[in-house]
């Protein structure tokens, strides 16, 4: 007799994989046994195409990349399940929704979790939130503190059970008990329900409740004057629109517009926090057009919707530019809904928005990290390499490359911010021994003095590796291009910054593979990285090319004081502090600025979303093309000659105008093209992009959340 042995790698653990193969592998008649090892999961069968066709059908959180057969000379009477083995590198599953299921229990009296804030199964729960080392199993994750009931042990052996080996597995008698904290006393509660109704009562009164979710804890609180108010002096967060969360589509209907795509997104298992088009002002929770939605994604949010009925906002508990919180130390509001199931891993809600029915994650984390995305560039040469590239400055996220897969980490914030950047340090130590990694090569920036290049230097030194350095604008590019396989390509790369190989500040970029062939033209940026928090600087220095002083002094009324007006004009005649930019961020902020939508960047991306926000239909405006050069300065001279036009037609001509040339450029080479940086999620020059057959990033964030993959992509595509 003869037997297969498979060797599957994928998301094939803690997702619900084994019971799902014992099960169908019994039902099949087939004999063999399944087991998890450190690199994936093994399963030996006596019927090769009977278990390839069971593979078709594994449940939807668990994805089979590859496997390899060989053939033994083994019998087997019976199948079975094997203890784990080995060490090795087995995917951590990201953290899930609350499935269908559970939420079906949640809400049936006779159901012994009825209620149960912190009901999971093999298919849902927390899951790489939770985990301390792998594999993934119940001693290695923060579960391990509790001990399993009668009955939850029964369920847990049971391979036929829902929570056979459900490393989440928890009751009312056996698993985490909330606690909470009202005015900053613990308040003492018979039932579990009677603090989640307490809290829910505290938010409907229009307090802040600080409330321990799966990646960190939130601040919760109604969408009224008084509370947002309050909520943005805690913390400091002056104008950035915060995220809301809504029972059901239904609720976030009453506020948004919601398409067929969307509505996949928001419902997904990765329950991403989606930016939708307002219905209402809702002014106190964004200034823009949009609002951030997500819906429940644990029993506990649910819970707490069964004692509120409108939406409420859910903003990570951090201040300002800090790290997410994950402990109840770290709260600083006074009234706090806890638990004692320890968050090992912090991790934000994933962004997200749909362009043309075209998903652009904004930001990658929760429910998505740390499953690994395949990289097919260099697939043959360079697969054996094990690459560490450390990503940029602004929405830091580190990339580890090992058997032709990328393992992006979360969302880590911006890394000039020193906890952020200790944070950033501890996760990178805790991927390697997640992944067994051993970088033998390391990628950065090419900026000298970002954080994360100054680490790089520092790990190059002591694991004596060498590292590269990576133009920041080509990372974006080659990003795009590695998610669809091209190899042969044009990219277009724009956002605010980044060092470019001339020394000087890039940003509005076209490549032909990794040589730059096209840009934006250069701006002179008057006061440096300033002109960035207050664009009027940028426009200040683009109109004196071509407006008397006079004029242009006209257009700076309201945003400067003569004095400052003076200096100003001081420092361009010097050239004094006045680096020079192709960035595409810059124009699109010093519109912003003309126009008299924002003045001041209080957030990232602030100015030039603003601009978004208040578009309509574009003018016509034909764009200016000198050599490979798409002109700025038209935009300026269209603006100021028509200022008393419509100004959210001339907003959206900025956008169009840029979109346009840049594309006209890039499309000469007569190659694929693809559009990556932070503008890219710009609904106008995106949607402009797409309708050209144009390619985006749809795994990986296009702002500097994806540099990470680029740096290694570019790696990957241009090594020998
Ligand atoms: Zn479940
Ligand atoms: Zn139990």
Excluded at 95 to 122: G, M, V, W
Excluded at 136 to 144: H, V
Excluded at 563 to 574: R, S
Aim: hydrophobic share 35%; glycine share 6%; with cysteine.
């Amino acid at each position: 007799m003869v037997s297969y042995k498979f060797f599957i790698r994928g998301v094939v653990q803690g997702v619900g994989f084994r019971p799902f193969i014992y099960n169908a592998c019994k039902k099949a008649g087939l004999k063999g046994y399944v087991q998890n090892t450190g690199e994936g999961v093994i399963v030996e069968v006596d019927d090769k195409e009977k278990l390839i066709r069971i593979l078709k059908d594994a449940p939807k959180l668990a994805r089979v990349d590859s496997f390899n057969v060989e053939l033994t000379s083994n019998t087997y009477n019976d199948f079975s399940i094997r203890e784990s083995k080995g060490e090795g590198f087995a995917e951590i599953p990201p953290d899930l929704y609350l499935c269908e299921d559970c939420y079906e229990e949640l809400n049936n009296p006779s159901n012994r979790r009825y209620k149960y804030f912190f009901n999971t199964c093999t298919n849902c729960g927390p899951r790489f939130s939770i985990t301390r080392k792998i594999p993934y199993d119940r001693e290695t994750t923060t579960m391990n503190e509790f001990k399993m009931c009668r009955k939850c042990r029964e369920e847990y052996t049971n391979p036929e059970n829902r929570r056979y080996h459900a490393q989440t597995i928890a009751c009312f008698d056996c698993g985490p008990r909330l606690r909470l904290f009202a005015h900053g006393k613990e308040v003492k509660k018979k039932a579990e329900l009677d603090y989640i109704r307490e809290a829910a009562e505290l938010i409907k009164k229009g307090e802040i409740v600080a409330i321990k979710g799966i990646g960190g804890f939130h601040l919760a609180c109604r969408i009224s004057d008084d509370a947002v108010r309050n909520l943005r002096s805690i913390n400091r967060r002056k104008h950035k629109p915060f995220a809301v969360m809504c029972r059901d589509t239904e609720m976030a209907e009453r506020i948004a517009y919601v398409s067929e795509a969307e509505k996949r997104i928001l419902e997904s298992v990765q329950r991403p926090i989606l930016i939708l088009k307002k219905k209402k002002l809702l002014r106190e929770v964004s200034e823009l057009d949009t609002v951030g939605i997500m819906l429940p994604y644990t029993a506990l949010h649910y819970l707490l919707f069964d004692f509120i009925n409108e939406p409420i906002i859910m903003t990570s508990s951090n201040i300002s530019d800090e790290p997410i919180t994950r402990s109840d130390e770290e709260q600083f509001v006074k009234n706090v809904l806890t638990n004692d199931r320890v968050i090992e891993n912090s991790i934000d809600d994933s962004l997200a928005k749909v362009i043309q029915n075209r998903v652009f994650l904004i930001r990658r984390s929760r429910g998505f990290v740390p499953a690994s995305i395949t990289i097919k560039f260099g697939e043959k040469t360079r697969s054996k390499k094990q690459v560490l590239a450390l990503g940029a400055e602004m929405n830091s996220a580190f990339c580890i490359y090992k058997n032709g897969r990328a393992i992006l980490s979360q969302y880590l914030g911006t890394t000039s911010n020193q906890s952020a950047f200790e944070n950033y340090k501890r996760t990178v130590e805790k991927f390697l021994r997640f992944t067994n990694t051993k970088p033998d090569l390391l990628i950065c920036d090419l900026h000298p003095t970002y954080n994360t290049s100054l680490f790089g230097e520092f790990l190059s030194e002591k694991l004596k590796v060498p590292l590269v350095r990576v133009q920041h604008h080509k990372a974006h590019s080659y990003s795009a291009a590695a998610e669809h396989n091209l190899t042969d390509f044009v990219g277009i790369a724009c956002d605010g910054l980044g060092f470019g190989e001339d020394n000087t500040i890039w940003g509005g970029e076209i490549f032909y593979k990794n040589k730059r062939i096209g840009h934006l033209e250069p701006q002179l940026q008057l006061g440096g990285d300033s002109a960035a928090v207050y664009p009027a600087k940028m426009l200040f220095s683009i109109l004196s090319k071509f407006l008397t002083k006079e004029e242009r002094d006209k257009h700076m009324k309201g945003k400067f004081s003569a004095k400052e007006l003076e200096i100003m004009q001081k420092q361009l005649d010097e050239k004094f502090n006045c680096p020079l930019t192709t960035s595409c961020g810059r124009i699109l902020d010093a519109a912003s600025s003309l126009l008299g939508f924002c003045d001041k960047r209080t957030y990232e991306g602030r100015p030039a979303m603003m601009l978004e926000a208040n578009s309509t239909k574009p003018y016509d405006l034909e764009p200016v093309i000198k050599g490979n050069v798409l002109m700025t300065t038209p935009i300026f001279e269209f603006l100021t000659s028509n200022i008393d036009k419509d100004k959210k037609r001339l907003a959206a001509t900025v956008q169009q105008y840029l979109a346009e040339g840049l594309y006209e450029i890039a499309s000469k080479k007569g190659k694929p093209i693809v559009f990556s940086g932070g503008c890219a999620y710009n609904r106008i020059m995106s949607s402009f992009m797409i309708r050209k057959g144009v390619y985006t990033n749809e795994k990986v964030p296009a702002g500097d959340g994806g540099i990470s993959f680029g740096q290694v992509s570019y790696y990957l595509a241009n090594s020998t």
